[in-house]
């Protein structure tokens, strides 16, 4: 038989107690060790180790003998900075590559059953011994480790207070930057009643909306804003708005007043009385085909259209 034909390897005088608990693993919230290394320190090669266990599996239950996933083997090569060995997919049969065996401490017992020779017995000391400092070290440590724990999750606690404020930093610098100018190709409706919507709802006191075709999706803009902000709008008398449209209005989002007048013809918005902003298109037609909006940034233009209005 191939695992009877096995050779053994010699046991090294030096190896001590440690050298097993750096190859013990926590899978599954059970202690185990891995077959390929389990192998290697009998003196075994992972197939004929494996072939003795198919041939006693009655031997192995669930909870001596499981076999891992690609995920769990992926958590064990992270660990590998204190494993001496690599080669998961060693002695598989026809080259396959399949995610080795951990056995569990009832599994290492009954392994020592099942293999032949002076090395797997002597081994099998070690290991039950690395097993049991294990033990006795999680036990003299516990308060220990529920210290630790313990920082650890304030730790955490701190970590996410602190994204939340870093989160309200970035907030309120990407809401305090301002879009110079912005260009709606036909067809951006919603992406351009968004835009407008949230320049409607930056101002604090007053909006003063001059816009010559003015109805009531004007209106449905407007009604964005800011409770305590008051609308004026300026528009042409030919505009579609009615004093019922106005009412209405009035009525749900209180102060509008509308002036009619000929004296414009490009379309603005002016947030209390200081942010003006030039719109390509009215309102009403906003995204339904090219247009741009800008901020003026020359505050000399911004206060001579103020004071026009102020002079009707």
Do not use: W
């Not at 390897?9 to 050298?19: A, E, G, R």
């Not at 031997?59 to 204190?82: A, H, N, Y």
């Amino acid at each position: 038989m191939a695992d009877k034909q096995e050779k053994e390897k010699p046991v090294s005088n030096t190896m001590q107690v440690n050298d097993f608990g750096n190859r013990i693993y926590t899978i599954r919230g059970k202690q185990v060790m891995l077959d390929y290394e389990l192998a290697a320190l009998y003196g075994y090669e992972v197939r004929a180790l494996n072939q003795q266990v198919k041939r006693n599996i009655e031997r192995f239950p669930d909870d001596f003998m499981f076999q891992l996933t690609k995920e769990e083997v992926e958590g064990v090569k992270s660990q590998f900075v204190i494993s001496p060995f690599s080669n998961f997919y060693a002695g598989q049969e026809g080259g396959r590559r399949k995610p080795p065996y951990a056995f569990t401490e009832q599994g290492i017992y009954m392994l020592a059953t099942v293999l032949k020779g002076k090395v797997a017995e002597q081994q099998s000391i070690f290991i039950m011994r690395a097993f049991r400092e294990m033990r006795q070290f999680i036990s003299n440590n516990a308060l220990l480790f529920e210290k630790i724990s313990h920082i650890e999750l304030k730790q955490l606690e701190y970590q996410k207070s602190t994204n939340e404020k870093l989160e309200k930093v970035f907030q309120y610098i990407e809401d305090q930057t301002e879009s110079k100018q912005k260009i709606f190709f036909d067809g951006q409706i919603y992406d351009a009643f968004s835009f407008i919507t949230s320049i409607v709802q930056k101002a604090q006191n007053e909006i003063i909306l001059i816009d010559g075709y003015v109805d009531v999706g004007t209106l449905n803009i407007l009604a964005k804003k800011n409770a305590t902000v008051d609308v004026k709008i300026y528009t042409y008398a030919s505009a579609s708005i009615t004093n019922n449209d106005i009412v209405n209005f009035n009525a749900q989002y209180p102060t509008l007043t509308v002036e009619k007048t000929q004296i414009f013809h490009d379309r603005f918005i002016i947030l209390d009385g200081k942010t003006v902003y030039h719109i390509g298109a009215s309102l009403k037609d906003a995204g339904k085909k090219c247009f741009a909006i800008s901020l003026l940034e020359d505050t000399e233009n911004a206060m001579n259209l103020i004071n026009r209005l102020n002079s009707i």
